[in-house]
């Protein structure tokens, strides 16, 4: 037994960036500016970001030392063989293709491979992997398994895809299905882990029906840390080596670098098959860049390489998931409603539940995410209505779950910042009743969350 309990930040703070405080009449303000839409608030005017952790982590020393060991050269650059030769240590894949971010990956590997009519199953696709799945008239199909879409059930991995379900869907429309995606872990459904075993069942169907299996692997080092502390027989291995192991069982992924790879920017396209990557180059060159580079400076790759690196060591992981987890605890004990248990990155609140006067069509996750904003200045974001709600023919309906994401920049925040939105979820969460829904007044026909406009309804 160790002596000491508390887990700490693994790391000291060597640079810092103030943050500015507002009063309650400039936050009423600054939201109305912005349509009553936190995409389109100015960051200046928020106090804790919870929007995303996507790309908003802090850089070690290390990374923001190799940036000075970018090789700029446009075509064969030195910091490309070092990133390739990172991505291949870690999955093991062939053709390593580098990207802007995660959905230009999506964008590539879908618009090469996807035909009108096909299927993409997976545990929950994210929006813009749904996005680009339905913009080549193709079907994005989730098969989470059950536990995955009620909130207040418990389960180690409640990120599982639903086997019985994909053998069904392979057997019966299986010409369809080009290929099958599994998100790791689940940011549509609460940031839940996937097993080991899981996906070797995936793997198993796969070489059944003759079908590639491709990982969505944006937050794989987290999935690895809660297949280590969760799945009998793990806890021994490093997360690395269960990493790599669950790359192995696939035939390629898609990455977001901006979670998991530790970087401000930055994505990749990996993958076995020789035919494929063929092309997905091909339409690399005319909307990415180079091959070398992918739409990337030579010093992004260069910290993508070391984040890498960095995202699978125990004392960042252990503390990483914990302190998701300790937010978790502070609301849930407060009666506040979320997705148990908490996610890696992010905790949802469960905003259905906790505001049942707003109907699914006025929108309570936005309800939530404003009050929050106005009455403490943090900024979080609705999954649910505004988000998936809106299909491809014009038609609208209440998605499977109205949530608010908190999500946690990677090593941004300390103890004392989490502290502090746990007391504004429940001072919001005892207003509950104060709160009203809102009606969309502008929206484009894709996408829409990032850029509708909302009227707060009387
Ligand atoms: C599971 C998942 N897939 C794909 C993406 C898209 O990545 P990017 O934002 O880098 O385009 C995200 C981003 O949040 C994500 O969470």
Redesign the pocket.
Request: proline letters at 5%; a negative charge.
């Given at each position: 037994m160790r002596p000491f309990h508390t887990i700490i930040e693994p790391f000291r703070i060597k640079s810092v960036e103030a943050l500015r405080f507002t009063t309650r009449e400039e936050r009423v303000a600054a939201l109305a500016r912005a349509d009553h839409n936190v995409f389109k608030l100015h960051a200046d005017d928020v106090l804790v970001d919870l929007l995303?952790?996507?790309?908003t982590g802090a850089m070690s020393s290390a990374q923001w030392g190799a940036l000075m060991q970018g090789d700029e050269s446009y075509a064969g650059s030195r910091s490309f063989y070092r990133f390739e030769s990172a991505v291949r240590d870690l999955t093991g894949f062939k053709h390593i293709i580098p990207t802007?971010?995660?959905?230009?990956?999506?964008r590539i590997l879908f618009h090469t491979i996807l035909h009108p009519g096909h299927i993409v199953p997976n545990n929950n696709?994210?929006?813009?992997?749904r996005a680009n799945v339905e913009v080549e008239d193709a079907e994005a199909r989730d098969l989470v398994i059950d536990e995955g879409r009620h909130p207040a059930v418990v389960h180690p991995f409640k990120g599982n895809i639903d086997l019985a379900a994909l053998e069904a869907l392979l057997d019966r429309e299986g010409d369809r299905v080009p290929l099958v995606m599994v998100?790791?872990?689940?940011?549509?459904g609460g940031g839940q882990p996937v097993s080991l075993a899981n996906l070797c069942g995936v793997r198993a169907l796969c070489d059944r029906y003759r079908k590639p299996f491709f990982l969505?692997a944006?937050?794989f080092a987290e999935n690895a840390w809660f297949v280590k502390e969760r799945e009998e027989g793990q806890s021994g291995r490093t997360p690395r080596d269960i990493a790599r192991e669950i790359f192995g069982l696939a035939d390629g992924c898609?990455?977001?670098?901006?979670?998991d790879g530790l970087a401000n920017?930055?994505?990749f396209l990996a993958m076995n098959s020789d035919a494929w990557a063929e092309q997905c180059r091909n339409l690399l060159i005319l909307t990415e860049g180079f091959p070398t580079y992918g739409g990337l400076a030579g010093y992004d790759l260069e910290a993508i390489a070391r984040g890498l690196e960095e995202v699978v060591e125990e004392p960042y992981l252990r503390y990483r998931i914990r302190s998701t987890e300790y937010l978790a605890d502070k609301i849930l004990n407060a009666g506040v409603p979320i997705v148990r248990p908490a996610g890696g990155?992010a905790v949802y609140i469960d905003a259905r539940s906790l505001l049942p006067h707003i109907p699914p069509l006025q929108y309570p996750g936005i309800a939530l995410v404003n009050a929050l904003y106005t009455e403490a200045g943090v900024r979080c974001v609705e999954i649910g209505t505004v988000m998936f709600g809106l299909h491809a023919d014009g038609t609208e309906t209440a998605a499977a779950l109205d949530l608010v994401r908190l999500a946690i920049p990677r090593r941004v925040y300390t103890q004392s910042h989490i502290d502090f939105v746990a007391e504004a979820v429940i001072h919001v969460a005892g207003m509950r009743d104060q709160l009203r829904g809102y009606r969309i007044t502008a929206a484009p026909g894709a996408l829409r969350h990032f850029t509708a406009a909302f009227a707060p309804l009387r």
């Amino acid at each position: 037994m160790r002596p000491f309990h508390t887990i700490i930040e693994p790391f000291r703070i060597k640079s810092v960036e103030a943050l500015r405080f507002t009063t309650r009449e400039e936050r009423v303000a600054a939201l109305a500016r912005a349509d009553h839409n936190v995409f389109k608030l100015h960051a200046d005017d928020v106090l804790v970001d919870l929007l995303t952790d996507s790309g908003t982590g802090a850089m070690s020393s290390a990374q923001w030392g190799a940036l000075m060991q970018g090789d700029e050269s446009y075509a064969g650059s030195r910091s490309f063989y070092r990133f390739e030769s990172a991505v291949r240590d870690l999955t093991g894949f062939k053709h390593i293709i580098p990207t802007h971010q995660g959905r230009a990956a999506e964008r590539i590997l879908f618009h090469t491979i996807l035909h009108p009519g096909h299927i993409v199953p997976n545990n929950n696709h994210f929006d813009t992997t749904r996005a680009n799945v339905e913009v080549e008239d193709a079907e994005a199909r989730d098969l989470v398994i059950d536990e995955g879409r009620h909130p207040a059930v418990v389960h180690p991995f409640k990120g599982n895809i639903d086997l019985a379900a994909l053998e069904a869907l392979l057997d019966r429309e299986g010409d369809r299905v080009p290929l099958v995606m599994v998100t790791i872990t689940n940011n549509s459904g609460g940031g839940q882990p996937v097993s080991l075993a899981n996906l070797c069942g995936v793997r198993a169907l796969c070489d059944r029906y003759r079908k590639p299996f491709f990982l969505d692997a944006c937050r794989f080092a987290e999935n690895a840390w809660f297949v280590k502390e969760r799945e009998e027989g793990q806890s021994g291995r490093t997360p690395r080596d269960i990493a790599r192991e669950i790359f192995g069982l696939a035939d390629g992924c898609t990455m977001s670098a901006k979670k998991d790879g530790l970087a401000n920017i930055g994505g990749f396209l990996a993958m076995n098959s020789d035919a494929w990557a063929e092309q997905c180059r091909n339409l690399l060159i005319l909307t990415e860049g180079f091959p070398t580079y992918g739409g990337l400076a030579g010093y992004d790759l260069e910290a993508i390489a070391r984040g890498l690196e960095e995202v699978v060591e125990e004392p960042y992981l252990r503390y990483r998931i914990r302190s998701t987890e300790y937010l978790a605890d502070k609301i849930l004990n407060a009666g506040v409603p979320i997705v148990r248990p908490a996610g890696g990155h992010a905790v949802y609140i469960d905003a259905r539940s906790l505001l049942p006067h707003i109907p699914p069509l006025q929108y309570p996750g936005i309800a939530l995410v404003n009050a929050l904003y106005t009455e403490a200045g943090v900024r979080c974001v609705e999954i649910g209505t505004v988000m998936f709600g809106l299909h491809a023919d014009g038609t609208e309906t209440a998605a499977a779950l109205d949530l608010v994401r908190l999500a946690i920049p990677r090593r941004v925040y300390t103890q004392s910042h989490i502290d502090f939105v746990a007391e504004a979820v429940i001072h919001v969460a005892g207003m509950r009743d104060q709160l009203r829904g809102y009606r969309i007044t502008a929206a484009p026909g894709a996408l829409r969350h990032f850029t509708a406009a909302f009227a707060p309804l009387r």
